[in-house]
């Protein structure tokens, strides 16, 4: 009885062990969070299901620009990346890192939007006229509406006049005619426009409306094993609502409301690729703005 006991608790003990030799600590980056700080608080949750999953541990790895995390990357430095379609884009051309799961946003596309008193109804009524885009190289505010007003005939280099400013201060530009129209994301849009009671919803007018844009991402080093890899792509995707949930525990996320974790292949960014183009950034190898 006595060797039975001790048996069992030498498999256990091996077991434990086992399973700690199979662990690792990988580095975490988010692309658009600076500071240690605000990624414990908004990412926290996240990475603590991300552990319960996949039984490895993953460390923050503050990140003040994309430029960082691309330099991080290909250093060797960090091997998990949570980062936009826009972002993946130079990042994977800069260190070859590639997708592993998508964060899969509804209702995640771009709009064109303009005062329905304007006289202004299709995207070339807009030639030689101000245009209010979002963050420099951000995919949905400004990469998507330029790549729209391009897929109806507008040159959005060459046919209007562009600016780039916060998405509050282009709503207020655009009531007070000093711009014709903004380019943005539809959804972040509409929660501005339905917190301004100055105005009735239909002030506005949207004239083009881009079709669903490519996922944001959890992308992996080109150094991080590709079983390991492999492996946490599947416990991700194992305990797919307990991620979910992580990731929406904070307010700051509430972008990603209705998500779901998909599988992504990098094919489905060449969308993005031909948007760079179209703003006049054809290499797509360094980060506009930056």
């Given at each position: 009885?006595?060797?039975?006991?001790?048996?069992?608790?030498?498999?256990?003990?091996?077991?434990?062990?086992?399973?700690?030799?199979?662990?690792?600590?990988?580095?975490?980056?988010v692309?658009?969070?600076?500071?240690?700080?605000?990624?414990?608080?908004?990412?926290?949750?996240?990475?603590?299901?991300?552990?319960?999953?996949?039984?490895?541990?993953?460390?923050?790895?503050?990140?003040?620009?994309?430029?960082?995390?691309?330099?991080?990357?290909?250093?060797?430095r960090?091997?998990?990346?949570?980062?936009?379609?826009a972002?993946?884009?130079?990042?994977?051309?800069?260190?070859?890192?590639?997708?592993?799961?998508?964060?899969?946003?509804?209702?995640?596309?771009?709009?064109?939007?303009?005062?329905?008193?304007?006289?202004?109804?299709?995207?070339?009524?807009?030639?030689?006229?101000?245009?209010?885009?979002?963050?420099?190289?951000?995919?949905?505010?400004?990469?998507?509406?330029?790549?729209?007003?391009?897929?109806?005939?507008?040159?959005?280099?060459?046919?209007?006049n562009?600016?780039?400013?916060?998405?509050?201060?282009?709503h207020?530009?655009?009531?007070?005619?000093?711009?014709?129209?903004?380019?943005?994301?539809?959804?972040?849009?509409?929660?501005?426009?339905?917190?301004?009671?100055?105005?009735?919803?239909?002030?506005?007018?949207?004239?083009?409306?881009?079709?669903d844009?490519?996922?944001?991402?959890?992308?992996?080093?080109?150094?991080?094993?590709?079983?390991?890899?492999?492996?946490?792509?599947?416990?991700?995707?194992?305990?797919?609502?307990?991620?979910?949930?992580?990731?929406?525990?904070?307010?700051?996320?509430?972008?990603?409301?209705?998500?779901?974790?998909?599988?992504?292949?990098?094919?489905?960014?060449?969308?993005?690729?031909?948007?760079?183009?179209?703003?006049?950034?054809?290499?797509?190898?360094?980060?506009?703005?930056?």
């Amino acid at each position: 009885m006595r060797f039975l006991k001790t048996a069992a608790i030498a498999a256990a003990a091996l077991a434990v062990s086992l399973t700690s030799s199979f662990a690792d600590t990988f580095k975490l980056a988010v692309t658009d969070v600076e500071g240690l700080e605000r990624l414990q608080l908004e990412w926290g949750p996240f990475k603590q299901a991300l552990e319960n999953a996949t039984d490895h541990t993953f460390e923050f790895f503050p990140v003040t620009s994309r430029t960082a995390a691309a330099e991080a990357l290909r250093a060797k430095r960090v091997d998990f990346v949570v980062t936009g379609p826009a972002e993946y884009i130079v990042i994977n051309k800069l260190t070859e890192a590639t997708p592993l799961i998508g964060l899969g946003r509804p209702d995640y596309f771009c709009a064109i939007v303009v005062r329905a008193d304007s006289g202004i109804t299709r995207p070339a009524d807009l030639k030689g006229q101000k245009v209010a885009f979002g963050d420099i190289g951000s995919t949905s505010n400004m990469l998507c509406p330029m790549q729209l007003m391009a897929d109806y005939g507008v040159d959005p280099v060459k046919d209007v006049n562009k600016l780039h400013t916060s998405r509050n201060i282009a709503h207020e530009a655009l009531k007070k005619g000093d711009v014709a129209a903004i380019g943005t994301n539809h959804n972040s849009w509409l929660r501005v426009r339905n917190k301004d009671e100055s105005v009735p919803n239909g002030f506005f007018r949207v004239i083009a409306r881009s079709g669903d844009l490519p996922n944001d991402m959890l992308m992996v080093a080109s150094h991080v094993d590709p079983a390991k890899a492999e492996g946490v792509r599947k416990a991700i995707l194992d305990n797919k609502d307990a991620i979910i949930a992580g990731i929406l525990a904070h307010e700051e996320n509430d972008k990603y409301g209705g998500m779901d974790l998909v599988a992504i292949e990098d094919g489905a960014y060449d969308l993005v690729r031909s948007m760079y183009t179209t703003a006049g950034f054809p290499q797509y190898d360094n980060f506009i703005g930056e």
